[in-house]
């Protein structure tokens, strides 16, 4: 048996917190969750093809990862992530400048910022097909390989463990290395490929910013858009607020005021979701409200990558009081 690409990656739906003791029959497993593109490692006969979530041919993007899995010399498809460190964190940015570039730039970028590879699953192995295997026991196999080669870099072996106070202080300290929480899997599960059969949870942390804009009407915003001034005086987006509950509607509305050109946000153009063409439609207000929100450790540049969730208003502040952006 052979396990050919593509193949839709298993996933994981989103939790608050750790799923409760005993949510999952026969235990569960913590692994972090790592700020980097999924990917899918397939080497076959010296071959070797890197897909991404979404199915894409990232070989050519990191080719010391398929350099190295082609001096693997064994049959394997390994899942995991592939991130770049940058001054002791992980680099979600230098992951990006690798997508569509030049053969000889990637081959610089490789030497200057190498990608490394962290696996934490095992679907084939010298022809056996391992996605009927329960997790622990997939988990075994990817650890003999990783001992059988003594592989290091780029390869890296997530951690686990079955502690649940341990994958509680990963969410709470690892957040500033890039680490953007903990996935909860089943020990006995199998692979469900293409279904949401794990948990993640996301690590959180609580800043301020001042509302610049809004969507929906202004006396009761469904959401916000959320801005910090650069020390040149420049007000900045850097984070989407989820829908609001209404509770915070209302107390919101009253305290925006509509602006106009003369905004600096005016006639800015936005899409409804990352990576989409579909403009959003939004209505800039006086940048004086601050509010503060809960958002990830997905942070790049200081500007939040995920939509985050506003909390509270914070009349006692004014955006002066607000850390400024380099």
Same mark, same amino acid.
């Given at each position: ?99 569509? !570039?030049?053969? &000889?730039?990637?081959?610089?970028? +490789? /030497?200057?910022? @190498? ?6 699953? $095992? #679907? ?79 690590? !959180?942390?609580? &800043?301020?910013?001042?509302?610049? +804009? /809004?969507?929906? @009407? ?6 916000? $858009? #959320? ?82 969730? &506003? ?16």
């Amino acid at each position: 048996m052979r396990i050919d690409p593509p193949v839709v990656p298993m996933a994981a739906q989103a939790l608050a917190r750790l799923p409760a003791p005993g949510a999952v029959p026969g235990g569960m497993v913590f692994e972090p969750k790592y700020d980097g593109y999924r990917l899918l490692v397939f080497a076959h006969g010296g071959d070797v093809f890197l897909q991404s979530r979404n199915l894409r041919d990232l070989t050519g993007a990191f080719p010391e990862i398929a350099d190295a899995a082609a001096a693997l010399g064994e049959d394997v498809v390994l899942d995991g992530e592939v991130v770049i460190h940058t001054c002791g964190r992980l680099d979600f940015s230098a992951l990006q400048h690798r997508l569509n !570039r030049r053969p &000889a730039t990637t081959a610089r970028l +490789a /030497v200057e910022q @190498p990608a490394h590879f962290i696996a934490f699953d $095992l #679907l084939e192995h010298a022809g056996v097909d391992m996605l009927t295997w329960p997790y622990v026991e997939r988990r075994a196999a990817l650890e003999s390989l990783f001992q059988g080669h003594d592989l290091h870099a780029p390869w890296q072996l997530t951690p686990t463990t079955e502690d649940r106070a341990l994958a509680e202080q990963w969410l709470t300290e690892w957040g500033g290395l890039g680490v953007e929480g903990v996935v909860a899997k089943g020990a006995q599960q199998p692979y469900l490929a293409g279904r949401r059969g794990w948990f993640k949870i996301r690590s !959180r942390d609580t &800043a301020e910013a001042v509302v610049g +804009a /809004v969507t929906g @009407p202004v006396t009761r915003p469904n959401a916000l $858009l #959320l801005g910090r001034y650069t020390r040149g005086g420049r007000l900045r987006l850097v984070a989407r607020s989820a829908p609001l509950p209404l509770a915070l509607r209302d107390e919101i509305g009253p305290l925006l005021t509509p602006a106009g050109p003369g905004h600096p946000w005016w006639g800015m153009r936005l899409t409804v979701t990352w990576g989409s063409r579909e403009p959003l439609s939004f209505t800039c207000v006086a940048p004086e409200l601050v509010v503060e929100f809960l958002g990830d450790t997905a942070v790049d540049s200081g500007r939040w990558r995920h939509s985050v969730r &506003a909390q509270r208003t914070r009349t006692d502040l004014t955006p002066e009081d607000i850390s400024t952006l380099d």
